[in-house]
T-cell receptor
Framework: GDSVTQMEGPVTLSEEACLTI???????????LFWYVQYPGEGLQLLLK?????DKGSNKGFEATYRKETTSFHLEKGSVQVSDSAVYFCALSDQGDYKLSFGAGTTVTVRA | GAGVSQSPSNKVTEKGKDVELRCDPISGHTALYWYRQSLGQGLEFLIYFQGNSAPDKSGLPSDRFSAERTGGSVSTLTIQRTQQEDSAVYLC??????????FGPGTRLTVT
């Protein structure tokens, strides 16, 4: 079945450092790929998404490119801020936008 | 407008008791989803509603779990004869058909 594997955390960074969270997937069809973020004390919210190969999703300075050849959707940000401290989840959907399959989540802490 | 709300935010119950978890989706959202996040695990899909019907119940872990949705709005997830392995954060999400999922803050269930 469909599955998502993302890099284990926790990850601790200093402000203005570069962040990369690796995500790879296994799917039978052509899934849509997502990154969700959960800030402390808040609900999960969509950060960005890509629906087909070579698409790049971007939001709040974060980017991720749908790489079919490597079945990956790595999340990157060039200069993190303390406000980026959160748990990040990679996810896929093989049937429209429901029944998301999530990775285990990566906790990111950014120090001032 | 208001986001997805869930109640209670925390629930502690004794093993063997029944519990009900409530979800109020965003007004007008036709689709509603329940997910579960166990300690150290990613988010696990439980059930999906379209209107009041549940076309996909494949994620419910046992027949102790059931869910209903009334009036195309509020949903209740019921767990009968709770077990310690049911301890988790139960997340509800809603969406317009084919659109992004909006998650609630979750209900943390602890079975003692």
């Amino acid at each position: 079945g469909d599955s998502v594997t993302q890099m284990e955390g926790p990850v601790t960074l200093s402000e203005e450092a570069c962040l990369t969270i690796n995500c790879t997937y296994t799917a039978t069809g052509y899934p849509s790929l997502f990154w969700y973020v959960q800030y402390p004390g808040e609900g999960l919210q969509l950060l960005l998404k890509a629906t087909k190969a070579d698409d790049k999703g971007s939001n709040k300075g974060f980017e991720a490119t749908y790489r079919k050849e490597t079945t990956s959707f790595h999340l990157e940000k060039g200069s993190v801020q303390v406000s980026d401290s959160a748990v990040y989840f990679c996810a896929l959907s093989d049937q429209g936008d429901y029944k998301l399959s999530f990775g285990a989540g990566t906790t990111v802490t950014v120090r001032a | 407008g208001a986001g997805v709300s869930q109640s209670p935010s925390n629930k502690v119950t004794e093993k063997g008791k029944d519990v009900e978890l409530r979800c109020d989706p965003i007004s007008g959202h036709t689709a509603l989803y329940w997910y579960r996040q166990s300690l150290g695990q990613g988010l696990e899909f439980l059930i999906y509603f379209q209107g009041n019907s549940a076309p996909d119940k494949s994620g419910l872990p046992s027949d102790r779990f059931s869910a209903e949705r009334t009036g195309g709005s509020v949903s209740t997830l019921t767990i009968q004869r709770t077990q310690q392995e049911d301890s988790a954060v139960y997340l509800c999400a809603s969406s317009s058909t084919g659109a992004n999922l909006y998650f609630g803050p979750g209900t943390r269930l602890t079975v003692t």
